[in-house]
Structures are given as C-alpha cells and as structure tokens.
C-alpha cells in the first residue's frame, strides 16, 4: 500500500567500503523544496486517477517473516551520524509486510535530496538471502534517534512505517500504540481504505535544535495529503501536526488523528483467557474532554462482535487513548512490560465543530493484533475538489495535563455477584481532595443504563488506595447490550470523571 520512489540508485559499494558519512554521489537528485511546493504537488495529485507505484522485486515481497528479520540496518551508518546534528535518520527495507518503498528526502538550505536505495546501510545474517537489486527498491520507512539520557548515545524515540501509521515514545517508555495520518471507512461493511505516506522530506537540524521537522505527501483512492510533523522528544514527546486534505472524491466516512491500539483483556473481562497474567493491553481507555467542559472515561472493551461507539461533541478539546496502569504487578509480564507502554492524547487546534468521537472495537483472541480504533468524525462530508485544513498536537507520555481537576478512575472491575445471577460493577476513584473525609454521604452518585435495572450505587472508601469505590449490581436477563453511565457530584459540582461503559453479555 505505500508507494515506491519514483527512482532509485543501485547500490555503489560494498557493505565494508560504506563511510557513514552521506556521500553526494549516494544522492539519486537534488531538488528545491519548500512546505508551499508540497501542498501544490498534494492539490495537483489529486486532479489526476490514482496509480499505485510498481512493487520491489518479488524475492523481497516472499520473505518469510524470519528470513525479513535477518537484515536490519546499522545505526552507525545511520544518516548524520558522523556529523554535530542532534538527529540520527536510521532506515527500514521493503519486503514482506512493505511491499512498496516510500521515496525519503533530506532537505537542508531549501534544496532536498533524494536518497538512493543502498543495500550496504544494512547488517544481515550468513542465511539472508541474495536478493536482486533494482530501481523500483527503497526504504519502507524511517526511525528517529536523540540523545536522550546519555551524551553520544543516540537513542530512539519514532518511526514511520507502513501506509500513514508511525508511533513514538516519551523518554524510557516502551512501544505500544500507534497513530495514523488518516482513517477512511474504518468499521464498514465494505472495507478500509488505508492510504499511503508516500514521501518525506526530513529536514536536517542545526546543533542544538530540540524540535525536528518532517514533511509527507499522502496519496491513496480517495484523497491526496500534505503534512508536516514538528517533533520534540522528551517527557512526553510532543508532535505537531499540520495536514490539508485534497480529496478526490467525497469523503463520508473520514477519521482525522486517528489512533490504533491493543486490549485483550483487564478485571472487566479476565474470565474468558486462561491466562496467569491480570491484564493484557497497550490502552485501557479511551479519555475525552468534551466541548461542554467534561472528562468523560470509557475502559475499553475486547467483544465478542465488533462493536462502534459514537461521543457526539461540538468543538471537542481533547481525547485520546490512555495505559493507566503503571505497577509491574498490574501485568505480570516482564517481558512486554505493557506498564511502560505510552499514553496518547490529541489537542485540536481551533474548533473543529460537530462531530463525534468514533470508537471501534474489534473481537480478538491474541495480543498480537491491534483491535481498538480511536479517531474524529467530522459531522459533514469534506467534499471532492475542496482542500481541508486541520491541524492538532499529540503527547506521547502518560497522563495529560491542564485538564479539568477532578477525581480519575484508576480501574474497573466486573463480575458475578454471590448468588452468581447478578453482575457487580466496581468503579475504583483516585484518592483525590474532591473526596476525601470521613462523611462522604453527601456525595451525589449518579447512575443509569439504556437497558438494565440497575442496584442503588454504594460508596466505600478503598482502603488499598484511600480513593473512593462506586460498586452496583444488576441482573443481565435476556438483554444483550446496555450502556452504562456513571458519575459523583457533591454539592452540584463535578467532582469525578463521567465512567461510560458498553456491557455486552
């Protein structure tokens, strides 16, 4: 699905001749660039049919998954890494998964610099096999590195790869979620439409920059694309994004920062996976500060069927995809460590009108696959023709900041009742000023569900954490989905988050 360069140089020397240096002859063209020339190529892309760019030679494209993990290329012949730049450029082969090659450019002085496919950038295996060589093989995407603890020692911290996905981490966090540059029909009955980040152009910083700047052509059936990412690395790390949409024809069914995750199971859902782990997931919840002022908490679900949840909102002010959890023992996995995996949280830029917050969960039997979608629907249809412009931030990090302050959920937890008819819900709060004290009788609990009867909810204090526990019950009977709705209020104010949750039997 990503588009190859439209040239490439062969490969000039061997792997033990390669310096680390960029010499100009490993430079396939030269051309001037600037943000202004790429939304023009992105609008006149769209006027014309899309075409697919021709696929790498097919002994690439037939790796077996083993064989494509012997070759991996080697940071110290990374681009600048024999220079004073505090950005080292590392690049990925096409091949098995990547079946076409992404065109990557160095801009520096207004003039970019297409690089050539060198095959001698990479390390391999003794088992790697010989594989040809030709104009249509390149780099199925890139991967950012910084100093970011340590003096000299350039770590990672981004990548781009495969179609619009790339993903980052904050500083010492683990790779978990990913984000996207667009989602087109995701959930629909007719299929996915995954467009390409087809080029980019990464701009060379000066010593000492902290913020870096990469630039992206977009192209796929529907619609064209200019981005441009301004990134800096830290705790969290930040990325603006700028994006203008050329559609080629109308785009019904679009998600604008669109993020993608994992969850298999928590305390909601434990009793379906035999499994000595607690919990299993990159995400727990899905977190939105809507345009009313209020910070809505929805645990993410693994269902039986696929299931689409809509939070309409007008203007909304942030949302994203949030790992709570951050105790070893919370996972038990001291391998994945998804205790270290990072949360994600989109700030739009303007007012980004009606819409809704669409949430899609997919039914999964693995930790291997990534079955929670999470993105903005646009109310109206961007209509063909029409250049649309949207712009947001994203922190990779942990919690987000500068929210309204009110007491968090920590967990959830659902399961039989004694009498193994009912279903209990246990909503455990933070311990937070809103609700501390010996009386808390005077706090408001409100609860309701679409299609149960539900229990009188009860509050207790939890002595493991000092917060608050909201726990109810209801009995299922012969309903088959409900949704479920709580919140405390003490003296009319706001003083939790509003837990939202899709019961499924």
Sequence with gaps: MILPRRTFLTALAAAAALPKKLR??????????????????????????????????????????????????NSQRGIWT????????????????????????LVENGIAQTLGFDIGLFDRTDQFPDLPVDETMGYSGLRLRAELNTAGIFEEFMVFQGASYFRAIANGQTYGLSARGLALGTGDAE???????????VEAPEPGDDTHVIHALLDGPSTTGAYSFTIRAGRPTSVQVHATLFPRRD???????????????????HIRFDD????????????????????????????????????????????????????????????????????????????????SIELVEIPADREIYDNIVAFWRPREVIPAGEGFDFSYDMEWGTQPRNLPDV?????????????????????????HPALRGEDFSDIVIHLSASALTLSEGVLERNPGTGGLRLAFSFDPAEAEASELRAQLRREGRQISEVWLYRWTQ
């Design 24 to 73: 100009a002859e490993l430079v396939r063209r030269e051309q001037p660039f600037s943000t202004d020339w790429l939304w023009a190529e992105a609008e006149a892309l769209a006027t014309r049919p899309y075409q697919p760019m021709p696929e790498v030679p097919a002994p690439w494209r037939d790796l077996t998954y083993d064989q494509y993990r012997m070759i991996w290329f």
């Design 82 to 105: 024999d220079t004073d730049r505090p950005l080292h450029l590392d690049l990925f082969a096409a091949g098995l998964y990547f079946p076409r090659a992404v065109e990557v450019n």
């Design 191 to 201: 299929g996915e439409e995954f467009p390409d980040f087809t080029h980019f152009w």
């Design 251 to 269: 785009l019904e069914h679009v998600g604008l920062a669109p993020l993608t995750s994992m969850f298999l199971f928590d305390e909601t859902n």
């Design 276 to 355: 000595f782990r607690p919990a299993v997931h990159d995400s727990e919840g899905l977190l939105i500060w809507n345009g009313a002022g209020e910070r809505l908490w929805r645990p993410l679900a693994n269902p039986r069927n696929l299931q689409i949840s809509y939070f309409i909102d007008d203007g909304p002010r942030g949302f994203g995809l949030m790992q709570r959890s951050r105790e070893v023992e919370g996972f038990a996995d001291f391998e994945a460590r998804y205790e270290n995996r990072p949360s994600l949280w989109i700030m739009p830029h303007g007012d980004w009108g009606q819409g």
């Design 407 to 431: 007491a968090v959920v920590t967990n959830t937890r659902i399961g039989g009742a004694f009498d193994q008819t009912r279903q209990v819900v246990a909503i455990d709060f933070e311990d």
